[in-house]
């Protein structure tokens, strides 16, 4: 994995991306279903194996109801 993707920073990030998800009371197979990527894609977002862009990021914000300045 690229070093960046285990910082302490990005860690926290897709900690509350996790919580978000749960806040909202989807699985991780719904919401790969509302955004068309796999389930694995999902898994591996919140696992921090798949580094996640800006436009993904505002993406899952907006499926979990939240402002992108909640996950920043």
Known sequence: MPKTIRTS???RVIGLLKQARLDAGLTQKEVSEKTKKPQSYVSKVEAGEQRIDIIELKN???LYKKQISYFL
């Open 60 to 62: 899952f914000a907006g």
């Open 9 to 11: 920073e990005y860690q």
